[in-house]
T-cell receptor, first 117, second 110 residues
Framework: GAVVSQHPSWVICKSGTSVKIECRSL??????MFWYRQFPKQSLMLMAT?????????EQGVEKDKFLINHASLTLSTLTVTSAHPEDSSFYIC?????????????FGPGTRLTVT | DAKTTQPPSMDCAEGRAANLPCNHS???????VYWYRQIHSQGPQYIIH???NNETNEMASLIITEDRKSSTLILPHATLRDTAVYYC???????????FGPGTRLSVLP
């Protein structure tokens, strides 16, 4: 099946710094990518939807100036957590939609664990 | 997208069939039933999906009731590696994101 990768798989950063997470679709072109966040023992929560070449759409309660999303190509979306704080520590997961696939056309990345100290 | 209801947790003995139920009584005619699972600290993994008919693949079987208000995911011979949180999601085929509920935490016991 289609593969979505994320880099890095884990990152530790100091409070106040920025961290960039990459999401790549490896064998298909993703017109739409989604970013989720998952806190311990909780389910995935959608943060934003990113369409190639346009601005991301953020879910209610997600600060667009803090979580910068760029989807500059059909195979790459990036999430930058700016001025990270300990409460931003979480598991960040992206998924990518293959418009040419069938009804199960969304593929998830392996996740990036962010720890802010 | 329709809401789903799943039991919070289930146990299953290794080698036995694991039957995970899901209620989706408000499902619309054009909404599919998807099952994903998430093993600890990994991204969700697609298992199976269906619209009306029962489906089977190398991982599992999906049984959908005739009125489509509920479904059951069957792992025919559960192994320890099947221990995970299983999510049942209903969504239109070309819908946007998947909305994840709390899922069912399946523990396969030796």
């Amino acid at each position: 099946g289609a593969v979505v990768s994320q880099h890095p798989s884990w990152v530790i950063c100091k409070s106040g710094t920025s961290v960039k997470i990459e999401c790549r679709s490896l064998d298909f072109q993703a017109t739409t990518m989604f970013w989720y966040r998952q806190f311990p023992k909780q389910s995935l929560m959608l943060m934003a939807t990113s369409n190639e070449g346009s601005k991301a759409t953020y879910e209610q309660g997600v600060e667009k100036d803090k979580f910068l999303i760029n989807h500059a190509s059909l195979t790459l979306s990036t999430l930058t957590v700016t001025s990270a704080h300990p409460e931003d520590s979480s598991f960040y997961i992206c998924s990518a939609r293959d418009p040419l696939a069938g009804a199960y056309e969304q593929y998830f990345g392996p996740g990036t664990r962010l720890t802010v100290t | 997208d329709a809401k789903t209801t799943q039991p919070p947790s289930m146990d299953c003995a290794e080698g036995r069939a694991a039957n995970l139920p899901c209620n989706h009584s408000t499902i619309s005619g054009n909404e599919y039933v998807y099952w994903y699972r998430q093993i600890h600290s990994q991204g969700p993994q697609y298992i199976i999906h269906g619209l009306k008919n029962n489906e089977t693949n190398e991982m599992a079987s999906l049984i959908i009731t005739e009125d489509r208000k509920s479904s059951t995911l069957i792992l025919p011979h559960a192994t320890l590696r099947d221990t995970a949180v299983y999510y049942c999601i209903v969504r239109v085929a070309n819908g946007q994101n998947f909305v994840f509920g709390p899922g069912t935490r399946l523990s396969v016991l030796p």
